[in-house]
């Protein structure tokens, strides 16, 4: 078991499988950074826009634990289920990419409020 576990961890991955989305060596750290970074950005939020925060807030915290808690990518990308840490890399980027728009447009007010 032990040597099994050395191995794996021995063997470096070289490519993701996917165009355009090259290997991160750095992965694990990065997306601890993003999530807690994620985390912060949150707060700046109004009160009025909780539904979005407690569910981008869920997210990241679950993901930032799995992060934390395992040191195997494969556990990692097994437990997250959404793709591998690359790909784990460029969602939480997407997410706060999405947080100043969110503010910017109010998008926690309903349609109708806006038009008025």
């Not at 097994?78 to 591998?84: D, E, P, W, Y």
Request: hydrophobic share 40%; net charge negative.
């Amino acid at each position: 078991m032990f040597a099994s576990r050395v191995l794996r961890m021995a063997v470096t991955k070289t490519s993701t499988g996917l165009v355009g989305l090259s290997v991160n060596p750095n992965a694990r750290q990065d997306l601890v950074k993003l999530y807690r970074r994620t985390l912060d950005e949150l707060k700046i939020l109004p009160p009025e826009a909780k539904n979005y925060r407690n569910a981008v807030e869920q997210i990241t915290n679950f993901r930032l634990n799995v992060v934390e808690t395992n040191d195997d990518e494969n556990v990692i990308e097994r437990t997250i289920n959404c793709g591998q840490l690359e790909e784990l890399i460029e969602q939480a980027e997407d997410e706060l990419s999405v947080i100043p728009v969110y503010i910017e447009h109010k998008l926690w007010e309903s349609p109708i409020e806006a038009a008025k």
